[in-house]
């Protein structure tokens, strides 16, 4: 597709149910990050997908989430037993490359999906 | 620690004034800088981008930003603002760590209001 596409676009959940966010990277990026955008804060990151490497999952706030990623495509985020605190816009993106060295690859945002959690 | 500051929430300008959004950084190196916007209901993209040489960086919609490492500041600026630049703008950092990944740290944001 042209862009990276998120699906939902919005999703409303019970406290305690599971979730699970999809992200379409924008084809041929090798790069996949998931960031998450609370209320009035700035972008947090979550995880990050290189090619085959293994994930970076050094954002994820606790066990209750997991992401992942097929090849050089789709990638799910999941949330289970969701909480309150977790409502946010998650926000994916994809680039080229992931490297410092490749930094003329921007990332490319999706338009997020925006969970909120009763 | 590393981090980025956006000092203002909240900016209100009249459309065809000059515009400047402050972004202050704490990095233990050289850092990457990066500013992008966030317009409503369309996903962030990137104005501009510095990775070293002339601190004076030129981006998109007629938006630069200028590097002051004794400072640690990247501010952006726009010298006659439009009221299509009405938007939410991040300022961010990276490289992290030692893997050189693409991670990067975001600032709070600036909404920027322009009035007719």
Known sequence: GAGV???????????????????DPISGHTAL?????RLG????????????????????PSDRFSAERTGESVSTLTIQRTQQEDSAVYLCASSLFGKASSYNSPLHFGNGTRLTVT | AQSVTQPDIHITVSEGASLELRCNYSYGATPYLFWYVQSPGQG???????????????GIKGFEAEFKRSQSSFNLRKPSVHWSDAAEYFCAVGPLGSSNTGKLIFGQGTT???KP
């Open chain 2, 44 to 58: 962030l993209q990137l104005l501009l981008k510095y990775f070293s040489g002339d601190t004076l960086v030129q």
């Open chain 2, 112 to 114: 920027l209001q322009v």
């Open chain 1, 5 to 23: 596409s998120q699906s939902p676009s919005n999703k409303v959940t019970e406290k305690g149910k599971d979730v699970e966010l999809r992200c």
């Open chain 1, 41 to 60: 804060q700035g972008l947090e990151f979550l995880i990050y997908f290189q090619g085959n490497s293994a994930p970076d999952k050094s954002g994820l």
């Open chain 1, 33 to 37: 990050y998931w960031y998450r955008q």
